[in-house]
């Protein structure tokens, strides 16, 4: 679990990174659109991009904290082996359904490679924004199978 939390770090800190580099890059085609009349073209194209790409890759980290929503108004009083079964069945769904994500993303990137699509301004090519998901999604369905088979340990405790 120790090699899942730290590619999850990583994938978080990519994540931060490319969120920075988009709010600087915001930042410079407001100030020249307000101040020299000069803008980025596409700039809003590159940050729905990269803002995709970030939440794809903060999704491994969010699953090893145990940061997805929980509604336990129904399970307060359930026993503490209850709750830890639907925990880890929670696990196994999340699992199962970041696994789908990953096949049908995978899907997506080969076919806006296949076909060249690009966005509209730019035509920043769309099967680098797949590429960038596919890991996360993937890392994320193996944090959630690993949760569901040796349990949460305690990455989460304090989360």
């Known amino acids: 679990m120790k090699l899942l939390e730290n590619l999850a770090k990583l994938c978080a800190i990519l994540a931060g990174v490319l969120l920075t580099i988009i709010t600087f890059m915001t930042c410079a085609s407001l100030i020249g659109r307000n101040t020299t009349g000069a803008t980025l073209v596409g700039d809003f194209e590159l940050t729905g991009v990269a803002t995709g790409a970030a939440i794809a890759l903060f999704m491994p980290w969010c699953q090893v904290r145990r940061g997805n929503i929980i509604v336990d108004f129904f399970t307060a009083r359930a026993s503490e082996r209850t709750n830890a079964w639907l925990d880890k069945f929670g696990a196994l769904l999340l699992a199962l359904t970041f696994a789908l994500l990953s ?57």
Do not use: C, H, K
């Open 103 to 159: 096949w049908r993303t995978t899907l997506g990137g080969l076919n806006a490679y296949n076909t060249q699509s690009g966005t509209m301004m730019l035509g920043f090519p769309e099967w680098i924004i797949y590429l960038s998901m596919v890991p996360a999604f993937t890392l994320t369905a193996v944090i959630a199978l690993s949760q569901t088979l040796f349990g949460f340990g305690d990455a989460g405790e304090d989360a």
